[in-house]
């Protein structure tokens, strides 16, 4: 059995991580958050599972015990 994959675009993206574009852009720089699929010459997208998995470690990493 084949997954669909689901590829978010920027706004989408932006709505689920709660970061602003040039954060999202900064961070992908720093190799902090997941790089962006190439769809044409000037549209990129990211693929959602790797987005909920960032999510998921950012809210496992904020909730360690010190």
């Given amino acids: 059995m084949t997954m669909a994959v689901s590829i978010l675009r920027l706004p989408a993206v932006k709505a689920r991580v709660g970061l602003s574009r040039s954060a999202i852009y900064l961070a992908?720089?720093?190799?902090?958050?997941?790089?962006?699929?190439?769809?044409?010459?000037?549209?990129?997208?990211?693929l959602?599972?790797?987005?909920?998995?960032?999510?998921?470690?950012?809210?496992?990493?904020?909730?360690?015990?010190p």
């Fill in 28 to 46: 992908v720089s720093r190799a902090e958050f997941p790089r962006p699929v190439q769809l044409g010459a000037r549209a990129v997208g990211w």
């Fill in 48 to 65: 959602e599972s790797e987005i909920e998995e960032w999510i998921r470690e950012r809210v496992k990493h904020s909730r360690k015990l």
